[in-house]
């Protein structure tokens, strides 16, 4: 019954930006490493006999607000948008040339 149907085609493969790469290595480094902070914390509180003040703050907030800028530095570090597909090739600046005059 379905002998003559076409095949579907297969997906295309998705392709990740090196930016998009980045940040993701930068922000699972960071995680992995609050999750370890944070084990080795509750592990002193709970084998001493007195709360400990939280200490992993210090060292999650400097590598988190690093994390941030480096973030918004890639997010900026883009060459624009893309040309529109209507745009003859060679053109695309054209526009913000003239805006710039």
């Not at 002998?3 to 790469?21: K, Q, Y």
């Not at 703050?57 to 997010?75: D, K, Y």
């Amino acid at each position: 019954l379905t002998f003559d149907l076409p095949v579907p085609a297969p997906p295309a493969p998705v392709v990740r930006s090196p930016a998009r790469r980045e940040l993701r290595r930068i922000w699972t480094a960071w995680a992995s490493m609050a999750v370890l902070l944070n084990a080795v914390w509750l592990l002193t509180v709970l084998t001493s006999s007195s709360i400990q003040p939280y200490w992993p703050v210090w060292p999650l907030g400097i590598t988190g607000a690093l994390a941030v800028v480096r973030t918004l530095n890639l997010r900026g570090a883009d060459d624009g948008p893309p040309p529109r597909p209507t745009d003859p090739p060679g053109r695309a600046g054209d526009h913000d040339r003239r805006r710039a005059r």
